[in-house]
């Protein structure tokens, strides 16, 4: 299915930014939310995997429920997974446009990667561990 994803802070993400590589961090910052109703229609519980396509990649993350998201809209937390699927071009601006990006979602077994693992794979090296 096709989306509309923002991106954005969330509290939880500001609590742990400092220890990025934490499984705290990594668990809200690979959440995708959606609204009850697009969950339903793909077939995805909370906390379920999800592949997540976008304009510059696709990766793993995890669906969550969320009341604030309008229908056929999702939000990611800023971070190595939005910056896993959205394009680095700043069009001048120095920053990356990071709102109203098309997606496409479908329901995955694959499980989301440390945020280490999507480090190494863009050719990154593994530190502080």
């Given at each position: 299915?096709?989306?509309?994803?923002?991106?954005?802070?969330?509290?939880?993400?500001?609590?742990?930014?400092?220890?990025?590589?934490?499984?705290?961090?990594?668990?809200?910052?690979?959440?995708?939310?959606?609204?009850?109703?697009?969950?339903?229609?793909?077939?995805?519980?909370?906390?379920?995997?999800?592949?997540?396509?976008?304009?510059?990649?696709?990766?793993?993350?995890?669906?969550?429920?969320?009341?604030?998201?309008?229908?056929?809209?999702?939000?990611?937390?800023?971070?190595?997974?939005?910056?896993?699927?959205?394009?680095?071009?700043?069009?001048?601006?120095?920053?990356?446009?990071?709102?109203?990006?098309?997606?496409?979602?479908?329901?995955?077994?694959e499980e989301p990667k440390s945020v280490y693992?999507?480090?190494?794979?863009?050719?990154?090296?593994?530190?502080?561990?």
């Amino acid at each position: 299915m096709k989306f509309l994803m923002n991106t954005g802070r969330t509290v939880n993400q500001g609590v742990t930014v400092e220890n990025k590589g934490s499984a705290e961090y990594a668990r809200e910052a690979s959440t995708c939310f959606m609204h009850e109703f697009d969950m339903l229609e793909l077939g995805v519980d909370d906390g379920d995997p999800i592949l997540v396509r976008g304009p510059a990649g696709e990766v793993v993350m995890r669906a969550e429920a969320s009341v604030e998201v309008e229908i056929g809209t999702v939000f990611v937390p800023y971070g190595p997974y939005a910056n896993h699927i959205l394009a680095a071009d700043t069009r001048s601006t120095g920053m990356p446009d990071f709102k109203s990006h098309e997606v496409e979602i479908e329901p995955t077994d694959e499980e989301p990667k440390s945020v280490y693992g999507l480090m190494e794979d863009l050719g990154g090296l593994a530190y502080d561990r």
